[in-house]
Every structure is written in structure tokens, then in C-alpha cells.
């Protein structure tokens, strides 16, 4: 018996109901100062954007088991981050 992949849509309604609130506590937030950034079926990773200290933030969660955790890399230009990982 094989891993199960999570589709996107199941992804995100585990997500909405059992995580967001709690990480985003863990990193200084709330569930409602979480914004999603548009994704695609297919895509890897949920991306939520969200600012503490006066900062943009992202909480990226992946949840196909082919990616691996690493960090997010931040490249900085002019008063915006682009994130690639």
C-alpha cells in the first residue's frame, strides 16, 4: 500500500479547518490575518501572506510527500521579497 497523495482541494480544506489558526499562531499571527496567494491544481505548496513586526511573511505549506522541507529563500527588490524555493 502506497502513500496517499492529497489532492489540492483536500490540501486545503485540512488546512482551513486544522492548521492555519494554529500555525499561524506559532508565528506571531492569526488565521485572519492570513491571505492565500492564488494557486493552481498541481501547484506544491498553499502560500499564505501575512505581515508581524512590519513585515511581509510567508507561511508556505507543502503538502506532497515528493517535497522536500527547506527553507524558502528571500530575494529582495526594492520595497518588495520575491520567494523562490
Partial sequence: MGIKHLRRDEAVEICERLVLGRAARLF???REQLGRF???EGCANLAYHYHREGEGRVL?????PDRRSRPVKWC???SSSVVTS
Wanted: proline letters at 0%; hydrophobic letters at 15%; charged letters at 30%.
Fill in 38 to 40: 492564488n494557486d493552481y
Fill in 60 to 64: 508556505r505549506i507543502s503538502y506532497r
Fill in 76 to 78: 529582495r527588490l526594492g
Fill in 28 to 30: 506571531g499571527s492569526s
